[in-house]
């Protein structure tokens, strides 16, 4: 089924000289990368194409052990979480190890200890559950915070439990289901700004839904679903329209699209493939 | 902005000719903004979203003497969030208006960029807000800032915590910026127009959305920086209707009927905020950009229309109601 519309996605006429891809054109980005790669392992694999994509993803990683978002940038960021879902040829595992310290080691500026000291003395002693920041020294927010729980799950589903990064899983859906919007959905993370209730986003709330894949059934869950069914139904973008299919698979309901808003970047065709694929790399 | 005898001539010839005014029976005469060393903030009435919109943009832009034949123009609209009904983002007419009025006083290049500050998906939210059906080939004409190549960019003096910043070529690369946002009340900034509107050239490629890294560098000390790495910069700003409460996103629609446009753009802000009964004194970033001495009545020339009589009170959401509340 993935396929009938888009197997026939020439992936190759979009790439760039130096193996990577763009969102819509020019230079190349580290996430309409990652997922052309991972849109191509459902659809069937260009030999020479997907190993210059995996060798341009090889170059990019930094000393730090993260990825920025694109070479010109000299800071890694959220897209480090999209390592874990690449192949051991471009992501070896002493590569996947430095990663994921780097990713064990960001969380949203509210939660360190000097924001938490001035919280503590304005009289606000709730402490924040860590998500991650989409650049460092910044707050924590939906998406980043959403990459960072599925690529810590895809991490443990390879190399076996670890107590820390089941415990960074498990604060992460905590930040998730403190920012889940009034709506049942989620926003970029801001569900209720003075004293106002903020609306949900189709994309947003699909991919936190991805996010929370294996937590136990709740009304808070049963809301969000039922948002991401609401959305399916004005939703009229193909990134929203593919991460809200991949959300709710993500819990057991497969849905097509009731249409198929037209992909405007190549990201969006990455994303509407795997949402279409009968099984999905990012939820493996 | 630098205004050459030749520059005065083709803008005067122009006007002269009727060239881009014949289509519009119904023109009103705007003044030529004066020689002087002042900043000038135009006024001009428009009462609704017509095809008059097109006649007064172009004098706007055609009174202030801008030198921009041969020029790389980049208009900068406010683009937020997807709901046509409302009235977040600048109205696409507005944008096209410019587009053609800098088209007809020798723009080399006019493009159209913005990097929406929540939502990534910059095209669909030009599309559902009526960009794609106004601007003929407008994707063709638009750079997303979000996704944009960019460069690294050390802030000489910076007056937020931020020491540099990536920012998009296509800005970097313009020789006039254009921001073009909505007369809008904003919940932690008070009121955002043409300055606050800046925060859309930092790239959500590069810092996420929301850009947050310019939240936790101080709001209105981030604006003042972009403001400062962009001199040469011009402000129209669509005051057709507005939003008031709590803007820029649940706020409602404000009917103003005033567009207000000049090179000052901390002139034109103080400008739109006495028109929505704000106090400028009051916007920090305002004072920030340019002394609270510097922005009262006197300290620039005010043209066209006269403040009270375009003024029209905008609601405040209760934070704001005692603290910037023009007296």
Sequence with gaps: MVCCIFKSMDWKSKQNSDGGWAYAHGDSWTEPTVFVLLAQSVTGIDKPSFEAGLRFLSAAQRRDGGWSPQPGVAESTWVTALAPFLPEQAVDPEALHRAVSWLKGQTGRESGLIYRLRQRLAGSPDRYPDGWPWFPGTAAWVIPTSFGILAFQRVLAIHGDDRPLRERIADGRRFLLARQCADGGWNHGSNRALGRDGDSYPETTGIALAALRHTPESAQLDRAKSAARRHLTTCRTAEGMAWLRIGLAAHGESVHAPFQPAPRTTLDEALATLASAPSNPLLS | ?327
């Design chain 2, 1 to 327: 902005m630098e205004m050459t005898r030749r520059d005065v001539l083709v803008a005067g010839a122009a006007a002269a000719t009727g060239v881009p005014l014949a289509r519009y029976a119904r023109a009103r005469s705007l003044p030529t903004v004066s020689k002087a060393p002042v900043s000038n903030v135009l006024i001009a009435r428009a009462p609704a979203y017509t095809m008059d919109v097109y006649d007064t943009v172009y004098r706007m832009v055609a009174a202030h003497n801008l030198n921009v034949r041969g020029k790389k123009i980049v208009l900068k609209p406010n683009l937020v969030e997807f709901d046509a009904h409302t009235v977040i983002n600048t109205h696409p007419v507005i944008v096209h208006a410019a587009w053609e009025a800098f088209r007809k006083l020798g723009a080399a290049q006019v493009r159209i960029a913005e990097g929406p500050g929540h939502r990534r998906a910059t095209l669909d939210l030009a599309e559902a807000a009526g960009y794609f059906e106004t601007v003929p080939k407008f994707e063709n004409a638009f750079t997303d800032l979000n996704l944009d190549k960019v460069a690294h960019l050390r802030i000489p003096r910076p007056v937020s915590t931020l020491k540099s910043l990536y920012l998009p070529h296509t800005v970097l690369d313009c020789d006039l910026l254009v921001s073009l946002p909505k007369l809008k009340t904003h919940h932690w900034a008070g009121a955002t127009l043409s300055m606050k509107n800046l925060f859309g050239l930092v790239p959500g490629g590069v810092y996420g959305w929301p850009k947050n890294v310019l939240h936790w560098a101080g709001i209105a000390e981030s604006i003042v920086d972009l403001h400062h790495l962009f001199p040469r910069q011009f402000a129209i700003v669509d005051g057709i209707v507005g939003m008031e409460g709590n803007g820029p996103i649940q706020g409602t629609p404000k009917h103003a009927g005033v567009l207000i446009a000049g090179s000052d753009v901390a002139a034109v802000d103080a400008t739109c905020c006495r028109i929505m009964g704000i106090d400028p004194e009051k916007i920090d970033y305002l004072t920030l950009a340019r002394g609270a001495e510097n922005l009262s009545p006197s300290a620039f020339r005010q043209i066209g229309e006269t403040v009270e009589s375009v003024q029209t009170t905008f609601e405040l959401i209760d934070p704001w109601k005692s603290m910037i509340r023009a007296s």
